[in-house]
């Protein structure tokens, strides 16, 4: 009977009010992962046995990470119970395509606003970024919609400018493996979203977070964009077990990043859905109100329309996951 109203009100993305029993018959339909439940084999707790900050131990299960800006009204927790979303475009081009873009997705559940200011590119005739132009608008953008900032920041030399201005500093996955980067971010003792390089393990991810943690910042955000493999019709090949396997392992946040591990408009939507389920702690995605003309990575950016049906998608899980984590809490005993 349970399971008959569950499939309707999902299809008509429609949440009731849930007791206990249908909290439980939630998590059980979406197979989410019970976060916190773990059952760590002694091999894995060997294969990461290079980043012991990074991995779970007594009295460190699970790391929230806050992100305050009193001045602008930002204040949210990733790594709680909330499903958090970061979405724009790659790159900031101009006034309107980023305040239009901070706005829409303001409206339509995201917390945090993506923007590169300084891009890594795979040619260096391709659009670099606005730089501090950028960054400016970047906090104007902040300033109007209260949404936190994630940008990128490439360069040693770069971290105090980009620090001045990001609520959260991005290490791009072509930096995966700088440590003196990863050193110098870790000392602005700002949030840190971590990528995954496009060629490295889980493994490797733990030990970059390591080194920040290391260097005496905690507030490390992991994030799974996908990997190299032999495929080519994807951009990247989406690591789907990365999720719950370093939800497993590891304390820290993990959010997923779709348009990178996709490339392709069409399939992000979906990957957003699995990576839900899969248990990450967030998104970070590509929207561009008008994707053909973007400068970098349009294929991948959704448009508006995509982006609002991508979130209304995904509302089922979101709630699913607020309910497992309150139940786990014990609020629905
Ligand atoms: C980006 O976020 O636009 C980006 C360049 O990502 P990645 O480092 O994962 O390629
Ligand atoms: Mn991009």
């Known amino acids: 009977m349970h399971s008959c109203s569950y499939v309707c009100d999902l299809r008509h993305n429609f949440v009731q009010p849930f007791d206990g029993c249908a909290a439980r018959i939630w998590k059980i339909s979406l197979g989410l992962p019970q976060i916190g439940m773990v059952e760590v084999s002694e091999k894995w707790l060997e294969q990461f046995a290079e980043s012991p900050l990074a991995l779970k131990s007594s009295g460190r299960e699970e790391t929230i990470i806050r992100i305050q800006n009193r001045e602008c009204g930002v204040d949210l927790e990733i790594g709680g119970g909330e499903f958090v979303i ?5 790159s900031v081009e101009g006034e309107e395509q980023l305040l239009t873009t901070a706005e829409h997705v303001r409206r339509n559940g995201a917390q945090i606003l993506r923007g590169g200011a ?9 659009f670099q970024g606005m730089g501090i132009d950028g960054l400016k608008l970047l906090a104007e953008a902040r300033r109007r919609t209260g949404l936190a900032i994630v940008t990128e920041v490439m360069a040693e030399e770069d971290v105090p400018l980009v620090a001045e201005y990001a609520d959260i500093l991005q290490i791009g996955s072509r930096n995966s493996e700088n440590t003196s980067l990863h050193a110098a971010v870790a000392l602005t003792g700002k949030p840190i979203l971590l990528k995954r390089g496009m060629v490295a393990t889980v493994a490797d991810l733990l030990h970059a977070a390591n080194t920040i943690l290391d260097h005496g910042n905690p507030n490390v955000i992991l994030c799974e964009r996908g990997i190299r493999t032999f495929e080519t019709a994807t951009r990247n090949t989406f690591d789907v077990a990365a999720i719950p396997l370093i939800k497993m392992i590891s ?8 348009s990178h591990a996709a490339g392709r408009r069409s399939l992000v939507a979906a990957l957003a ?49 607020r309910l497992t984590q309150m139940q786990m809490a014990g609020a629905l005993a």
């Not at 300084?118 to 391709?126: N, Q």
């Open 86 to 90: 970061m979405a724009g475009p790659c």
């Open 273 to 321: 859905r699995t990576r839900g389920a899969a248990g990450a702690d967030g998104l970070i995605v590509e929207v561009h109100p008008h994707p053909d003309d973007a400068y970098s990575d349009g294929d991948q950016s959704l448009t508006f329309d995509e982006y609002e049906r991508m979130v209304s998608e995904l509302e089922p899980w979101m709630t699913a996951r």
């Open 118 to 126: 300084f891009k890594p590119r795979s040619s260096p005739y391709a």
């Open 251 to 258: 304390h820290l946040p993990i959010i997923a990043d779709p």
